[in-house]
């Protein structure tokens, strides 16, 4: 019988000798934003717990109650079997060298056959050494301009955090907390309204000359069918067309198939 592999879960986010406690505030915030949960610390300048880090996560208390501290790199990353070492220059060091949106998709896979992974980000002024990154096993980078390719270390981690986040998803829903639920207007709603404008634009002396009416309500069809309108829409720009018109209420059929106005009369 064949085991069942349970999700590693989100990668760790290891913050190697992080100066300002606003900015491990800031890195957790960015971290619960996007569903990871697990902020390690590798000898914060000062000190942990850290009062300006928990203003600054800005209620992503999960995190920062959860928060680890280390006393090397080595130690941090021990219990994981896959890490990427975040840099925004060129290392000598030999390793594969991928952008954010192919290492959140290799994390996700890798959770999904439960290997623990994590991110090293390195101190705000100088980065990961060259030591820390022997450790990892690929280099992360973002297609920063290069004239300007310094990001704090919120930034980095906000990042990654969300390319993280959406490989979780199809492309059809994306994973977004919300969506404007309009379904597309059946086709006899919609043909209705070509009738409607048709039959106002006549009325207005609209199609002129005369034979090139075919060709001209052929355009305005494609126009409303590429507006992809819903129910909703469709029934707001027959009240307009009625209001042009200056009928009460917008037309309506009879059981014979005649559009009459508001007050039954034949139009």
Known sequence: MTDTIVEAGPPAVVLVAPQLGE??????RAMANFGLVDLRLVNPRDGWPNEK????????DHVIDATRVFGSVADAVADLAFVYATTARSREVAKPIVGPREAGGRLRAY??????????????????????VSLADEILTFPVDPTFSSINVAQSVLLIAYEWRISGFSSEDAGLPFAVDSLPAAKDDLFRLFEHLETALDAAGFFRPPEKRPHMVEGLRTILNKANLSEQEVRTLRGVIAAFQ???????????????????DEA
């Open 23 to 28: 900015n491990i505030g800031t890195a957790a």
């Open 53 to 60: 880090a928990v203003a600054a996560a800005s209620r992503a």
């Open 111 to 132: 959770a999904n056959k439960g290997v623990r992974t994590g991110i090293l980000f390195g101190p705000e002024r100088t980065g990961l050494n060259n030591e820390d």
């Open 246 to 264: 200056r009928r009460p209420t917008r037309p309506r059929e009879t059981e014979e198939g005649n559009v009459t106005d508001a007050r039954g």
